[in-house]
């Protein structure tokens, strides 16, 4: 498939303008079941080993309006630091910007969807619990693609016991308007900046199955290519697979754990570098408290770095009110040997 820049621009200039337009639409006529909004706003104060001290705030808004059956504009608007602090200022680099809008059609066991999209890979990013749980995971999930995709229900079309998702998607790298940010501390990404998946073409893959055995048994297994056009760089692969449990109600115990692996070759579009990642976590539950430890990282070849990165988290935390949680913890960093602290908060109300 190729959609070359200015059809792709039109793409998401036509869905942006639907899903501005729709909600209007909707609440004049009094639908408002076509409307669903969710979101997070959380604000995060970390205190490293050095003294410093960065406070900072993240909103994740998400958006559906329904157009008509099977029909749905989706969209995760998103506020947080966009370029890293470089002191104790409070708030500092935050700025807004558009995850995802895509236009969605779901039939009875499949959906598929086109525009600005997440491709699914790996579940880290989603679901490792704790403050700095996520950082591994995020540091080799898809975000912000530019292309399609479709899920696959098999346990609706092979009659199999659990839930089991077939997804795959074709993208590029967004290189629309949309790949800024709204105070322009992010600038729109161009062809000529070249990297991973910023080819002129929709080029990238990336497959998964993800599920729930009967036993209760959760997994994710996937596979990417992120192309390139850039000379001298090579196409990155990686597979990653996941697992997690979370006990049933019945049995008295509030506990879940969940472990990720992930192997990327080519790293970074460098021939020969390899890095591999872990996540590995667990939540328990006592009552309106829970305590979470994770154990993270990554390893590096000489070719990729040879960095190797090892974090450890112990965090508490306690549901102040519907909706709104407070977890405070700690986490013990080392890079090739040498070690350091971060002490960090977080606030968080969901919304929705």
């Known amino acids: 498939m190729h959609l070359k820049a200015p059809t792709k621009t039109f793409i998401v200039l036509a869905i942006l303008a639907v899903s501005a337009a729709a909600p209007a639409a909707y609440a004049q006529e009094g639908e408002t079941e076509n409307v669903s909004q969710q979101g997070v706003v959380e604000l995060t104060l970390d205190h490293a080993e050095t003294g410093e001290d960065v406070l900072a705030a993240t909103i994740n808004y998400a958006l559906a309006v329904r157009l008509s059956e099977g029909w749905t504009v989706q969209m995760d608007a998103v506020l947080e630091p966009v370029v890293d602090p470089i002191g104790d200022e409070a708030l500092e680099g935050e700025d807004a910007f558009i995850e995802t809008l895509s236009l969605q059609y779901a039939g009875e066991a499949f959906t598929v969807y086109g525009g600005k999209i997440n491709p699914v890979f790996g579940s880290a990013a989603d679901v490792a619990p704790g403050l700095y749980g996520v950082e591994a995971g995020e540091a080799y999930q898809?975000?912000?693609?530019?292309?399609?995709?479709?899920?696959?229900?098999?346990?609706?079309?092979?009659?199999?016991?659990?839930?089991?998702?077939?997804?795959?998607?074709?993208?590029?790298a967004d290189r629309t308007f949309l790949s800024g940010s709204l105070g322009g501390l992010r600038e729109e990404l161009d062809l000529a900046d070249g990297g991973l998946a910023n080819t002129e073409e929709l080029k990238s893959i990336a497959v998964s199955l993800d599920g729930v055995l009967a036993n209760g048994i959760g997994y994710s297994l996937g596979h990417r290519q992120l192309a390139t056009d850039t000379p001298g760089e090579a196409d990155e692969t990686a597979t990653v697979l996941g697992v997690s449990y979370v006990w049933p109600e019945d049995s008295g115990i509030d506990l879940s754990l969940m472990a990720e692996v992930a192997a990327s070759r080519n790293a970074d579009g460098i021939d020969g570098a390899d890095r591999d990642f872990y996540t590995a976590g667990g939540t328990l539950g006592l009552g309106d408290w829970f305590v979470n430890a994770i154990a993270s990282g990554w390893n590096e070849n000489a070719t990729a770095g040879d960095l190797d990165v090892r974090k450890l988290e112990l965090s508490v935390g306690r549901a102040l009110a519907e909706a709104l949680v407070l977890e405070v913890g700690v986490q013990d960093v080392r890079e090739s040997g040498a070690s350091s602290t971060v002490i960090g908060a977080r606030l968080a109300w969901e919304f929705g």
């Open 142 to 172: 898809i975000t912000e693609a530019l292309g399609v995709g479709g899920d696959i229900s098999l346990t609706s079309l092979l009659d199999l016991d659990g839930e089991h998702v077939l997804s795959a998607a074709l993208f590029t």
